[in-house]
């Protein structure tokens, strides 16, 4: 096994920072609503319907990397 330590600490650093930014991102709200703040609006959802919109993003993320049809094999002609 092989242990780069400066990379590991750069990294450790990086995430340490990612986790300060998600503090401040995600905070509690109104019990039962969740709120998105996009550029140019908020958007406030009951907590049901976010969990929906949730998994439905993840099924559609899952289907895109799917392939749906098969490629056809190319058969010989039989020209020689």
Request: charged letters at 30%; aromatic letters at 4%; a neutral charge.
């Amino acid at each position: 096994m092989e242990i780069d330590l400066e990379r590991a600490k750069r990294a450790i650093a990086l995430f340490g920072s990612a986790i300060d930014d998600i503090r401040r991102a995600v905070r509690p709200g109104r019990p039962g609503t969740v709120r998105v703040h996009t550029e140019d609006r908020v958007i406030e959802l009951p907590l049901t319907w976010a969990a929906a919109g949730f998994a439905a993003l993840a099924v559609a993320t899952v289907l895109t990397s799917v392939p749906l049809r098969r490629e056809r094999e190319e058969e010989p002609l039989g020209i020689g």
